[in-house]
T-cell receptor
Framework: DAKTTQPTSMDCAEGRAANLPCNHS???????VYWYRQIHSQGPQYIIHGLKNNETNEMASLIITEDRKSSTLILPHATLRDTAVYYCIVRPRDDKIIFGKGTRLHILP | DAGVIQSPRHEVTEMGQEVTLRCKPI?????LFWYRQTMMRGLELLIYFNNNVPIDDSGMPEDRFSAKMPNASFSTLKIQPSEPRDSAVYFC???WGTGENGYTFGSGTRLTVV
């Protein structure tokens, strides 16, 4: 059973902010939202995670709605190197990671 | 830090042969995960270890697959005998604890069984 719903693909112009949505309406109180990405021919890469507060690091920002039923990953200034499949995952912190199908993000020059 | 190291990067073998994939986790990490990726099934968790002990092997497809972690710095995934449907990219990942702050993945081994 997929715990998250993501669009299959998205396009974003280079230099613009890429906003990737994720729905997780059945998220439990102890489950975190994690984001990973996979660039072609590479292993997945951890981006960011959060519980209920918005989070920011050097790669991205994570905005979680107040009801925690959805979130958005923001890449503030997308570059061609950000073209990848982005996975939104919900899990308790001490549980294994199960990947869904993710969103294929194309950054357009 | 060299990251998670997997070998070989590519493996081509004939059906029926034994295949061994290797993984060296990041020093200090005490959890290790084996994933398999195909176009049809995406990324699947096969097995994971914590402190060298297998914790969950429910994703291992069948008895032809086995995984070991003899020490904190080395793990193997073995397929015997291999079949064409085992062709996939196999990823190893490691983390501290249960990966609250994320897993680090290796570059993968692309296995082709002909």
């Amino acid at each position: 059973d997929a715990k998250t719903t993501q669009p299959t693909s998205m396009d974003c112009a280079e230099g613009r902010a890429a906003n990737l949505p994720c729905n997780h309406s059945t998220i439990s109180g102890n489950e975190y939202v994690y984001w990973y990405r996979q660039i072609h021919s590479q292993g997945p890469q951890y981006i960011i995670h959060g519980l209920k507060n918005n989070e920011t690091n050097e790669m991205a920002s994570l905005i979680i709605t107040e009801d925690r039923k959805s979130s958005t990953l923001i890449l503030p200034h997308a570059t061609l190197r950000d073209t990848a499949v982005y996975y939104c995952i919900v899990r308790p912190r001490d549980d294994k990671i199960i990947f869904g199908k993710g969103t294929r993000l194309h950054i357009l020059p | 830090d060299a990251g998670v190291i997997q070998s070989p990067r590519h493996e081509v073998t004939e059906m029926g042969q034994e295949v061994t994939l290797r993984c060296k986790p990041i020093s200090g990490h005490n959890s290790l995960f084996w994933y398999r990726q195909t176009m049809m099934r995406g990324l699947e968790l096969l097995i994971y270890f914590n402190n060298n002990v297998p914790i969950d092997d429910s994703g291992m497809p069948e008895d032809r697959f086995s995984a070991k972690m003899p020490n904190a710095s080395f793990s193997t995934l073995k397929i015997q005998p291999s079949e064409p449907r085992d062709s996939a990219v196999y990823f190893c990942a490691s983390s501290w604890g249960t990966g609250e702050n994320g897993y680090t993945f290796g570059s993968g081994t692309r296995l082709t069984v002909v």
